[in-house]
C-alpha cells in the first residue's frame, strides 16, 4: 500500500514544487529524478499486486488490480523516458526564447500535475472520482497546448479546452446516472459509486437506466479517446503543444479514456446480459479507424499525421475490446502497451526531426537520414513499427485483434485489412522523401538524445519477438479480470 | 397527477426546476454580455434554493455543503471574475446578435421534449419524490450545449459551459441527493480550476488573435486547403 501512496504524492509535491521552482536552471533533471523516483515506486506497486493479488486501500478509495497496474507502470515508464527528452528539448525552447520562466514553471508543474491526475484516474476505485481525475488531466495540459502563445496554439487549446469539456460533462451525466440506479437498486448500501460494490452487484442494477449511462458514458470519455465524429481537437492539440506533451498525450491520456471506458464495459455486460456496449464499441472504433486511415493522406504537419495515426490505434484498441473474448481483449491489452511505448518514441524523434528543419511542415522536413542519421533511422524504424510491420510488438498484437476478428466476425478483417493498407501507404508516402529526400543547405544535426527513443524501440522489439512470460501472465490476469476467461 | 395534489416540497422542487430550465432559455437568447453574466448567477441562486431545499427535505446534511459551495462559486465567484474580466478586457457594452435566434429558440425546445423521451425509461421506474427533473436536467446540459454551438463569443461559451455544468450539479443533487462527499469537492475543484483557466485564455485570446470572436478563431483545418 505505501508504494501506492508513495506513487502519489511524489508527483502531487512535485506539482506544488515546480509551481515555485520549475524555472530553475536544474529544474529539468529534478523532474527526471521525480520521475524515477515515481517510477519505482510504481514498479514495487506492480510487483506487490502481481505477487499478492489486488490490493484495496483501507478506505476503499483506491483499489489496484492486474489490469490497472499494468497500465500505471506504462504511464510511469512513458513519464520518464519523456522527461529525459523534456530536458535537453524544453532547455533549446528557453534558449532560443520561445518560452520564458513563468512558462517554464507552469510546464514543469503541469507536467507532474498530468502524471498525478492519470494516476489517479487508473488506481480510484470510486467512478466519481475516476470522472474528476480524467477532467483534471484536461485541465493540466490545456495551458500547456496553448504554452508558445501562437494564433494556432491559442485555439488549438480553446477548440480542446471547450470539446473535451463539453464531452466529459456527457461522462459525468452518465456517472449520475450510475449513481442513481445504485441507489434504487442497493438502497442504505455505503459507497455506491465504488466500482468494487458496483460489480459485485451488478445484476441488481436497473438495465434501462444502465444502457442510458452506456451511451452517455461513451460518448463523454470517447472524446477523450478520440473517437471520430469527436476528435476534432485530437490533431489541434497534439500538433500545437511543445512536443514532450504530444508524447504524453498520445502515450498516454488516450489510453487513461480507454481504460474508463473499459471498466464500465465490465460493468454494463454481464448486467444487461446483451452485447450492446460491445457493438457500440465495435462501431464507433472501426468508424474512427477507417476516417483516421484516410485522414492521414492529407496532412501537411507531421505531428498532426502521426495523431491521425493515434486516433486510428485507438479506434482498433475500441474495437477490439468492443469485440470481446479473451483474444481479442489480450491483444488490446497488449496493443495499448505497444502504441504507448511506439508512440511516444515517435513524438520524441519527430520532435529531434523539427529542430534538425526548423519546421514541422511535412514538405520541408528533407533527408533525416543524411543529416542526422541517428533521427532519421528511428524515425523510419518507428514508423515501420506503428504501421504493424514484423518483428515489431504492433504487429503481434494486430495479429491477434485480427485472428480474434476472424474467428468471430469474418468479414470485419476485411475493412480492417483494407484501413491498415490505406494507413500504411498514407503513413509512407509522407515518410519517404522526410528520410531520404534531398537535405536542404546547411541543414545542420542538432544535439539529440535517443536512449528513449532506443529504449522504446527495442522493448517493442522484444515484444514482438517473444513476450515475457511475466507479462503474458500478467496480461491474461487482467484478460481474465476483463472478460471473465483467460487466453492461457 | 396535478401538480397541486403532491406534497409542498415536491411542488416548490419541480416549480424551481422548470425556472432553471427558463434560466437556461434566457441564457440561450440573452445578447448583452453583462445581462448574461447576470442571468447565470440567477441560475446559480436557484440551484442553490433547491439544494437547501432537498438537504431540508432529505436530512443529508452534507448536502448543505454542496449547497455552500454552489453559492460561493456559481452565485459570487465566477460570475463576479467574468464580470471582472469583461470590465477589463472592455467589452461590456458588446452586444451579440444571436443568428437565428428564433430558430435557436426552437431548437431549445426539441431539446427538452428529446430529453424527456430520452428519460421516459427512467422515469417510470423512479420512486423519488422528483420525477422530472432528470428530464430537466438534462435539458439544462443540452441547451447549455446548444448555447456553446450557436455562440460567437468566447465569454457567451463559458457561460454555456458552466450552465451545462449546473444541469449536471442540478441532476446530482435531485435526483441521488448529491454525490458521494469527495466527488462533490473534486468537482467543485475542477470547476473553480476551470473558470480560472478559461479568464486566462481570454487574455490569450485577445492577444492571440485580436478578438474575443471565436470565428476568428480559424486556421486549423482536418485536412490541409
Same mark, same amino acid.
Given at each position: 500500500?505505501?508504494?501506492?501512496y508513495?506513487t502519489l504524492l511524489?508527483p ?15 529544474? %529539468?533533471?529534478l523532474?527526471l529524478l521525480i ?5 519505482v ?14 490490493? +484495496?486501500s ?8 492486474a ?7 506504462v ?16 532547455a ?8 520564458d ?6 510546464y514543469?508543474?503541469?507536467?507532474? %500535475? ?5 494516476l489517479?484516474?487508473l488506481?480510484?476505485?470510486n467512478?466519481?472520482?475516476l ?7 484536461t ?9 508558445y502563445?501562437?494564433?494556432e496554439?491559442?485555439?488549438?487549446g ?5 470539446i473535451?469539456?463539453?464531452?466529459i ?5 452518465g456517472?449520475?446516472?450510475?449513481y442513481?440506479a ?5 438502497p442504505?448500501a455505503?459507497?455506491?459509486?465504488l ?15 444502465l444502457?442510458?449511462a452506456?451511451v452517455f458514458?461513451l ?8 473517437l471520430v465524429?469527436?476528435?476534432?481537437w485530437?490533431?489541434?492539440?497534439h500538433?500545437? %503543444? ?24 465490465m460493468l454494463?455486460e454481464?448486467?444487461l ?7 457500440l ?12 486511415a484516410?485522414l ?7 505531428k ?9 490505434? +485507438?479506434g ?9 473474448g479473451?483474444?481479442a481483449?489480450?491483444g488490446?491489452?497488449?496493443?495499448m ?5 511506439t508512440k511516444?518514441?515517435?513524438f ?10 526548423g519546421t514541422q511542415s511535412?514538405?520541408k522536413?528533407?533527408g533525416l ?6 533521427v532519421g ?5 518507428g514508423?515501420?513499427a506503428?504501421a %504493424?510491420f514484423?518483428p515489431?510488438?504492433?504487429f503481434?498484437?494486430e ?7 476472424m474467428?468471430? +466476425?469474418?468479414?470485419l478483417?476485411?475493412?480492417l ?8 501507404a498514407?503513413l509512407?508516402?509522407?515518410l519517404?522523401?522526410?528520410v531520404?529526400g534531398?537535405?536542404?543547405?546547411g541543414?545542420a ?5 535517443m536512449l528513449?527513443?532506443l529504449?522504446h524501440?527495442?522493448l517493442?522489439l ?5 513476450i515475457?512470460?511475466?507479462?503474458a ?5 487482467a ?10 | 397527477m396535478a401538480l ?9 422542487v419541480?416549480t424551481?426546476?422548470a425556472l432553471?430550465l427558463f ?7 440573452q445578447s448583452?454580455?453583462v445581462?448574461?453574466?447576470h442571468t ?6 436557484l ?8 438537504a431540508v427535505?432529505?436530512?443529508?446534511h452534507h ?13 459570487f465567484?465566477i ?23 428564433s ?9 427538452v ?11 417510470e421506474?423512479?420512486f ?14 443540452l ?13 457567451a461559451q ?6 451545462m455544468e ?10 441521488t ?6 466527488v ?12 480560472i ?13 485580436g478578438s474575443l470572436?471565436v ?7 482536418e485536412?490541409d486547403?
Amino acid at each position: 500500500m505505501t508504494a501506492l501512496y508513495l506513487t502519489l504524492l511524489i508527483p502531487l509535491a512535485a506539482t506544488l514544487a515546480f509551481a515555485v521552482i520549475g524555472h530553475w536552471r536544474h529544474a %529539468g533533471t529534478l523532474n527526471l529524478l521525480i520521475c524515477v523516483a515515481t517510477f519505482v515506486t510504481s514498479l514495487q506497486l506492480a510487483l506487490e499486486v502481481f505477487a499478492g493479488g489486488p490490493l +484495496m486501500s483501507p478506505g476503499k478509495l483506491f483499489y489496484i488490480d492486474a489490469f490497472n497496474v499494468y497500465l500505471i507502470l506504462v504511464n510511469a515508464l512513458v513519464g520518464l523516458t519523456t522527461a529525459i527528452f523534456s530536458r535537453p528539448y524544453m532547455a533549446h525552447e528557453v534558449a532560443i526564447g520561445r518560452v520564458d520562466d513563468v512558462r517554464m514553471r507552469l510546464y514543469h508543474s503541469m507536467y507532474q %500535475g498530468f502524471l498525478l491526475t492519470m494516476l489517479v484516474a487508473l488506481s480510484t476505485n470510486n467512478l466519481g472520482l475516476l470522472w474528476v481525475a480524467v477532467e483534471g488531466a484536461t485541465l493540466a495540459t490545456v495551458l500547456l497546448v496553448s504554452l508558445y502563445r501562437t494564433p494556432e496554439s491559442i485555439e488549438a487549446g480553446w477548440k480542446y479546452f471547450i470539446i473535451c469539456g463539453v464531452g466529459i460533462a456527457q461522462a459525468l451525466f452518465g456517472t449520475v446516472l450510475i449513481y442513481f440506479a445504485a441507489e434504487r437498486a442497493l438502497p442504505g448500501a455505503e459507497n455506491v459509486l465504488l466500482w468494487s460494490v458496483l460489480k459485485e452487484h451488478a445484476g441488481q442494477l436497473e438495465p434501462a437506466v444502465l444502457t442510458l449511462a452506456f451511451v452517455f458514458l461513451l460518448v463523454g470519455y470517447g472524446t477523450k479517446i478520440g473517437l471520430v465524429p469527436l476528435h476534432n481537437w485530437l490533431p489541434d492539440a497534439h500538433s500545437e %503543444g511543445p512536443t514532450p506533451m504530444s508524447a504524453i498525450l498520445s502515450g498516454l491520456l488516450l489510453n487513461i479514456a480507454l481504460y474508463a471506458v473499459v471498466r464500465y464495459k465490465m460493468l454494463m455486460e454481464p448486467a444487461l446480459g446483451n452485447q450492446l456496449p460491445g457493438y457500440l464499441m465495435m462501431g464507433f472504433g472501426m468508424l474512427s479507424f477507417s476516417v483516421a486511415a484516410i485522414l492521414l493522406h492529407r496532412q501537411r504537419d507531421v505531428k498532426r499525421m502521426f495523431s491521425y495515426s493515434s486516433i486510428e490505434h +485507438m479506434g482498433l484498441m475500441t474495437f477490439a475490446f468492443g469485440l470481446g473474448g479473451p483474444l481479442a481483449t489480450f491483444g488490446a491489452l497488449l496493443h495499448m502497451i505497444v502504441h504507448s511505448l511506439t508512440k511516444s518514441a515517435i513524438f520524441v524523434t519527430v520532435g529531434h526531426a523539427a529542430h534538425v528543419a526548423g519546421t514541422q511542415s511535412i514538405e520541408k522536413i528533407r533527408g533525416l537520414i543524411r543529416t542526422q542519421p541517428a533521427v532519421g533511422w528511428t524515425f523510419l524504424l518507428g514508423t515501420v513499427a506503428i504501421a %504493424g510491420f514484423p518483428p515489431f510488438g504492433v504487429f503481434t498484437s494486430e495479429f491477434l485483434l485480427f485472428s480474434a476478428t476472424m474467428k468471430s +466476425m469474418p468479414w470485419l478483417v476485411i475493412p480492417l485489412l483494407v484501413g491498415l493498407t490505406v494507413a500504411f501507404a498514407g503513413l509512407f508516402r509522407h515518410l519517404q522523401p522526410m528520410v531520404f529526400g534531398e537535405p536542404p543547405e546547411g541543414q545542420a544535426p542538432v544535439k539529440a538524445n535517443m536512449l528513449p527513443v532506443l529504449l522504446h524501440l527495442v522493448l517493442v522489439l522484444w515484444l514482438g519477438i517473444a513476450i515475457p512470460d511475466v507479462l503474458a501472465r500478467w496480461l491474461d490476469q487482467a484478460t481474465i479480470m476483463v472478460v471473465g476467461k483467460g487466453l492461457l | 397527477m396535478a401538480l397541486t395534489q403532491l406534497p409542498l416540497t415536491e411542488q416548490v422542487v419541480l416549480t424551481l426546476a422548470a425556472l432553471i430550465l427558463f434560466s437556461s432559455f434566457l441564457l440561450l437568447a440573452q445578447s448583452r454580455i453583462v445581462s448574461l453574466i447576470h442571468t447565470f448567477a440567477w441560475q446559480g441562486a436557484l440551484l442553490f434554493a433547491v439544494t437547501c431545499l432537498m438537504a431540508v427535505a432529505s436530512g443529508r446534511h452534507h448536502l448543505f455543503i454542496s449547497a455552500a459551495l454552489t453559492l460561493a462559486l456559481k452565485v459570487f465567484f465566477i460570475p463576479w471574475m467574468l464580470r471582472r474580466l469583461v470590465v477589463r478586457l472592455d467589452i461590456r457594452r458588446e452586444v451579440e446578435t444571436v443568428g437565428g435566434s428564433s430558430l435557436v429558440m426552437i431548437g431549445g425546445g426539441a431539446l427538452v421534449l428529446f430529453s424527456y423521451y430520452v428519460a421516459l425509461p427512467i422515469r417510470e421506474l423512479s420512486f423519488l419524490a422528483t420525477r422530472n427533473t432528470i428530464a430537466i436536467s438534462l435539458a439544462v446540459v443540452l441547451v447549455g450545449m446548444l448555447m456553446i454551438i450557436t455562440r460567437r463569443k468566447a465569454v457567451a461559451q463559458v457561460i454555456g459551459f458552466m450552465s451545462m455544468e449546473n444541469g449536471l450539479f442540478f441532476a446530482a443533487v435531485s435526483a441521488t441527493y448529491g454525490m458521494p462527499m469527495v466527488v462533490e469537492l473534486g468537482i467543485a475543484f475542477d470547476v473553480l480550476v476551470a473558470a480560472i483557466l478559461f479568464g486566462i485564455f481570454f487574455f490569450q485570446l485577445r492577444s492571440g488573435i485580436g478578438s474575443l470572436n471565436v470565428d476568428h478563431l480559424n486556421r486549423l483545418h482536418e485536412v490541409d486547403r
